[in-house]
């Protein structure tokens, strides 16, 4: 299978501050990379889904002002967090496909943000 | 109605017993079907991947798809200790990137 990192695996920050978490495909080039959102003991919430050198599409619900997204290259995308609010605090999930030789997804290993 | 349906347990089993969990889902264009392990605090894991309908079988742990009856199931046998996590199915269709998450099911292996 393939390899996808995640970076940070857990961080702390105040209140309105911007915090940055990394996405990188170590094996393979990613042609679309998703992002998620989980709270405890629920499922995988698909905040938004990018390709390389476009634009992400966020789903319904998610601020695009606050949850930027860049997937500036097939290997690296970044979801930063702006003006983070205690309510932003949950785990957050990277995941990336590329259509041949895999169809299926790869998940980074995720991010516990806590805001103070 | 969900696109995926997976009760999210706790289901709890003694070490050695045959594991049997499962999805049911109501589009009928997924063809993609895959079966996640997540231990607390981490990132999912590809445990299974199966394409249309049929079985599949990888050491200890053993994927069905019927897509009759659009229903999935991922069996783990003589499970372990090790083997206690979420699991969560996913699948998608054909085109588009969307994949489709059941809530997981919480799975714990008593010694």
């Known amino acids: 299978g393939a390899v996808v990192s995640q970076h940070p695996s857990r961080v702390i920050c105040k209140s309105g501050t911007s915090v940055k978490i990394e996405c990188r495909s170590l094996?393979?080039?990613?042609?679309?990379m998703f992002w998620y959102r989980q709270f405890p003991k629920q499922s995988l919430m698909l905040m938004a889904t990018s390709n390389e050198g476009s634009k992400a599409t966020y789903e319904q619900g998610v601020e695009k002002d606050k949850f930027l997204i860049n997937h500036a290259s097939l290997t690296l995308s970044t979801l930063t967090v702006t003006s983070a609010h205690p309510e932003d605090s949950s785990f957050y999930i990277c995941?990336?496909?590329?259509?041949?030789?895999?169809?299926?997804?790869?998940f980074g290993q995720g991010t516990r943000l806590t805001v103070v | 109605q969900k696109e995926v349906e997976q009760d999210p347990g706790p289901l709890s089993v003694p070490e050695g017993a045959i594991v049997s969990l499962n999805c049911t889902y109501s589009n009928s264009a997924f063809q993609y079907f895959m079966w996640y392990r997540q231990y607390s605090r981490k990132g999912p894991e590809l445990l299974m991947y199966?394409?249309?309908?049929g079985n599949k079988e990888d050491g200890r742990f053993t994927a069905q798809v019927d897509k009759s009856s659009k229903y999935i199931s991922l069996f783990i046998r003589d499970s372990q200790p090790s083997d206690s996590a979420t699991y969560l199915c996913a699948m998608r269709a054909n085109t588009g990137n969307q994949f489709y998450f059941g809530t997981g099911t919480s799975l714990t292996v008593i010694p």
């Open positions: 199966t394409y249309s309908s």
């Open positions: 995941s990336a496909r590329v259509l041949r030789p895999y169809t299926e997804a790869f």
């Open positions: 094996d393979f080039q990613a042609t679309t």
